[in-house]
Structures are given as C-alpha cells and as structure tokens.
C-alpha cells in the first residue's frame, strides 16, 4: 500500500506540473507572452504574413499557409541591376571600338575602363554581401527567438534529458554560424572576389590557383559543419530520447498499475504526452516554414543575380575584352559561393529542428 500511494503521488504531481501547460494548449497552445520575442523578430525583418502563434495554429490543425510570390522576385531583381548591367554593357561595347587607337593610347583606354568595369562589380558584390549576411542574421536570430518557445514544449514533451541536450546543440550551431560562417567564410569570399578581380588587370593569372582554394575551403567547411551537426544530432537521438522515455514509461506503466485508476491515468497520460507533443511538432514546422520564407526571398534575389551575371558575361564573351568577360564571372562566381554557403546553413537548421521533433516524438510511441 505504501508503494501504491507513492506512485499516486508522484503521479498527481507530475499532472501538476502538466496542469498549466495543458490548459494553455486548450486556448492557445502556449501563453501569448511566449511568442512576443519571435514576433518582434520577425516584425523587424519584414515578416507579412499571419502571426507565429496563428501559424503555429494553423499548422497543429492542418491547415495551410499563405503563398508567397516568388515569381515576381525575378522581375524585380533584374530592375534593382538594371542600371549596373546597362553600364556594364556599355562599357564591353566601347572596348570594341578602341582597335582604332594606338598603342599606348589603347592600353591607357583599357586600363580607365578597367578600374569602372572593377568599381561597379565591386559595388555590387558588396550590396550582395549585405544580403547575404543579412541572411545568416535572420537565421540566428530567429533560433534565438525561437529557443524559449520550442525547448520547454521538447521538455514536456520527451524529458528535460533531451532538452537540454539538443539546447547545448542549438546554441552551438548558432554560435558557429555567426563567428565561422558569417565572419570567417564570408571574409574568404570577399578575399576570393578581390583576387580574381585582380587577375583581370593582367594578361597572365597569378591568382587562380588561389582563388581556387579559397572556394575548395567555403565548400568543404560547409559541407564539413553539415556532416558534423547532422552527426551529432543523429547521435544524440539514438541515446537521450529514449533514456527520458524509458523514465516516463516506467512512471507510467507503474500508475496504470493501481487498482480502479489504472486505466483512466493511462488515458490521461497519453493525452497528455500527445498534447505536448503536437505543440512541439506545431512549433517546429511553423519555425521552418517562416525561416524558409523570410531568408528565402532575399536567397531567390541573390540566384537571380548570379544567374543574370554569369548570363551577361556568355553574351559579352563574343565581343568584349577578355578581361571585362573575367571580371563579371568573377563576379557571378563570388555570388554562387555566398549562395552556397547561406543554402547549406539554412538547410542545416531546418534539418536540425525536424530531427529534434521526430526524435522527441518517441514517448507518443512508448506508452
């Protein structure tokens, strides 16, 4: 009898501690409060969609969520380089005509329209880092928002094992994100840009070899953070998941147990588990949909533009000097290893975020 009523009591308090969250998830899911960070977050980086907590809503009922133009965005890229291009276009066809001078005369020529040709290319590489790093920003940032919401759902939903395990993971992968992604490659890429620009001064590469490693380094450092972390995580699914649920299965088992409340504690403890576990899941698709959206607008914007360049630079070939045709594949080429770089990381952190929901789903199955 003193075995009974002990796991009585823990049972009532472990329905205690749930007490809160399960009314919550009968009104809204979780606590207004909660979400006012995420939403800051996402008012501050142009979100115009419905607000996180109704899609959060929307994607536990099964519904669906707004459609986002991407088609314009072509439209749209192309009339913010209208000018940039024009001028570069301007500037292939004048090298054409300066046959006609000396010389010295034309070398002189070759060189003006060099250092225009670099300035403009220059200029829009770094309005284009501007994207790119923005991107990187928004991803952070809406991890961090995202944190106090998703992981005390991950705690209710398979144990405080997992949550804290698969926080240390985020906080990681944040941290290695914003120091060695935004900070150290994308520096890489800058260095790649400017060497190549500087090959086209010359009628010999002295920079191509090097040029070639920067970009052999971008993409086996991404590739080598995607296989780490998809590793790491993989891991930690095959042992903390299902050492927490192990630890709930017992208790649960034990109150099933009693005499006459059997049954309706293991009821109510399936509803319970199957709550949180819905709230989490919600939490976790509705992240990944807003990340997708909010970077991939500004990601769709940067492919256009490597596609325009590297398209301009196959038309100029004909025609131009070689070095004005090198100048603008460089160019297109320093946008594809941005692109690269923000596509990976981005896939990461969804990746990441579906593994952790489809890991802490294991008590669901267990009881």
């Known amino acids: ?42 008012k501050d980086y142009g979100w115009q969609g419905e607000s996180f907590e109704e899609l959060v809503m929307s994607v536990a009922e099964g519904e669906g969520f707004s459609d986002y133009n991407f088609v314009s965005t072509i439209s749209q890229t192309i009339i913010e380089n209208r000018t940039v ?43 284009a ?10 991803a952070v940032d809406i991890y961090r928002a995202l944190c106090p919401v998703f992981f005390p759902a991950v705690s209710y939903s398979c144990g405080t094992g997992s949550a804290a395990a698969y926080y240390e993971i985020i906080l990681f992968l ?6 060695f992604v935004k900070n150290i490659l994308f520096k890489c890429n800058y260095a790649y840009m400017f060497l190549g620009i500087l090959d086209t001064f010359g009628e010999k590469e002295k920079f191509g070899k090097m040029c ?16 780490f972390f998809l590793g790491l995580n993989g891991i930690k699914s095959l042992i903390i998941p299902f050492g927490d649920s ?25 509803t319970i588990v199957g709550s949180a576990v819905l709230i989490k899941n919600s939490i976790g698709v509705a ?4 990340m997708l959206v909010i970077i991939g607008i500004p990601l769709f914007k940067l492919v256009v533009m490597a596609l325009v360049y590297q398209f301009l630079g196959a038309i100029l070939e004909p025609v131009a000097d070689k070095r004005i045709v090198k100048a603008v594949l460089v160019l297109s080429g320093s946008l594809e290893n941005m692109i690269y770089m923000i ?17 802490t789903n294991i008590n669901l199955y267990s009881i």
């Open 1 to 42: 009898m003193r075995k009974i009523a002990v796991t009585l009591l823990l049972f009532l308090a472990y329905i205690l501690v749930f007490s809160d969250y399960t009314e919550a998830s009968e009104k809204d899911y979780t606590y207004e409060s909660d979400y006012e960070q995420i939403e800051k977050v996402l």
């Open 174 to 179: 944040m941290y290695l994100v914003n120091v």
């Open 85 to 127: 291009i024009i001028q570069i276009l301007l500037l292939a066809i004048s090298t054409m005509f300066l046959s006609v001078l000396d010389k010295n005369a034309s070398d002189a020529a070759m060189l003006f329209v060099s250092f225009i040709m670099i300035t403009l290319l220059i200029a829009v590489y770094i309005n």
């Open 129 to 138: 880092a501007k994207t790119g790093s923005r991107c990187v920003q928004m």
């Open 212 to 227: 070639q490693l920067i970009k052999n380094i971008i993409k086996i450092s991404v590739k080598g953070m995607l296989m």
């Open 343 to 359: 596509a990976v990381t981005v896939v990461l952190m969804c990746l990441t975020l579906a593994i952790i929901c489809f890991a």
């Open 246 to 270: 192990m630890k709930m299965s017992v208790l649960f088992k034990a109150v099933s147990m009693i005499p006459g409340l059997g049954n309706s504690a293991s009821t109510v403890s399936k």
């Open 287 to 290: 992240a990944v949909i807003v």
